[in-house]
């Protein structure tokens, strides 16, 4: 079964610093991969997506994210932090070719806090 | 303004209540779903529809109900919770014709007391 992983449950940095935040994905095929970020009370908001072609893809706010698919990760990272970065952040998977449901599998979140 | 939106935005209600949850999608979608959030966990996909057809159930306790009156709705009917069904509940639609990007609401935060 596909699965997703997010292996640092609490990030802080701070204000300035560079940040990666680490996901891990298990799936034979070629995924699609999603970034979302979660800010409190708030519901998600998609950072970024991979499909095919490049492996570096840029999003929104800064954020960029590389697929390395013998690693299996696909790494979300930041040169500056902003203090409006802290948030939740989701990796997600869904399966390339499916039926068409759509069905995105989560990644149990990374918590960014930012130090000032 | 996601195109997503969920009422209420808050929700108390005791164990024998009944109320229910909606979701409006303004982005000509087609696929709507429901996942629950609940703390340290990840999110769980509960329902999806296509088309206003149920494609999907996982496993979701009868006390919850979904319906779907058209592409652009969806509610979820909620009926002799448990304080355990308190979480964050998310709707999200998505086009026929994307590769899987959900679009989602700001969510529905539910408290079974």
């Known amino acids: 079964a596909q699965s997703v992983t997010q292996p640092d449950i609490h990030i802080t940095v701070s204000e300035g610093a560079s940040l990666e935040l680490r996901c891990n994905y298990s799936?034979?095929?070629?995924?699609?991969l999603f970034w979302y970020v979660q800010s409190p009370g708030q519901g998600l908001q998609l950072l970024l997506k991979?499909?095919?072609?490049?492996?570096l893809v840029q999003g929104i706010k800064g954020f960029e994210a590389e697929f390395k698919r013998s690693q299996s990760s696909f790494n979300l990272r930041k040169p500056s932090v902003h203090w409006s970065d802290a948030a939740e952040y989701f990796c997600?998977?869904?399966?390339?070719?499916?039926?068409?449901?759509?069905?995105?599998?989560f990644g149990q979140g990374t918590t960014l806090q930012v130090k000032p | 303004e996601t195109g997503v939106t969920q009422t209420p935005r808050h929700l108390v209600m005791g164990m024998t209540n009944k109320k229910s949850l909606k979701c409006e999608q303004h982005l000509g979608h087609n696929a709507m779903y429901w996942y629950k959030q609940s703390a340290k966990k990840p999110l769980e996909l509960m329902f999806v529809?296509?088309?206003?057809?149920?494609?999907e159930n996982n496993s979701v306790p009868s006390r919850f109900s979904p319906e779907c009156p058209n592409s652009s709705h969806l509610f979820l009917h909620l009926h002799t919770l448990q304080p355990e069904d308190s979480a964050l509940y998310l709707c999200?639609?998505?086009?026929?014709?994307?590769?899987?990007?959900?679009?989602f609401g700001e969510g529905s935060r539910l408290t079974v007391l």
């Open positions: 999200a639609s998505r086009s026929d014709r994307d590769t899987g990007e959900l679009f």
């Open positions: 529809y296509n088309f206003k057809e149920q494609t």
């Open positions: 799936y034979g095929a070629t995924p699609y």
């Open positions: 997600a998977v869904v399966e390339h070719g499916s039926s068409n449901t759509g069905k995105l599998i």
């Open positions: 991979y499909f095919s072609g490049d492996t």
